[in-house]
């Protein structure tokens, strides 16, 4: 899995790559000269429309409480 995360603010990043120290998970930060490309954009937006609401056939109505975890 690659979880992007595109930011300008230094203080996040470092935090992020602490974090992800701490979990022994492989980080790359990539200078901001390699901006995404139009095509690129639409490329991944058109790859994660179809799943968009895939789950929405199977909600409830359910809106648990902030007790509920502790309940069950």
């Known amino acids: 899995m690659v979880l992007i995360i595109e930011s300008s603010n230094t203080e996040?990043?470092?935090?992020?790559?602490?974090?992800a120290k701490a979990l022994n998970v492989r980080v790359k930060v990539?200078?901001?000269?390699?901006?995404v490309s139009k095509t690129e954009i639409h490329r991944r937006v058109k790859a994660l429309k179809p799943f968009k609401g895939a789950l929405k056939q199977f909600e409830t109505g359910y809106q648990p409480n902030k007790y509920d975890w502790y309940q069950q």
């Open 12 to 19: 996040a990043i470092q935090a992020i790559s602490a974090m």
């Open 30 to 35: 990539e200078p901001d000269e390699s901006v």
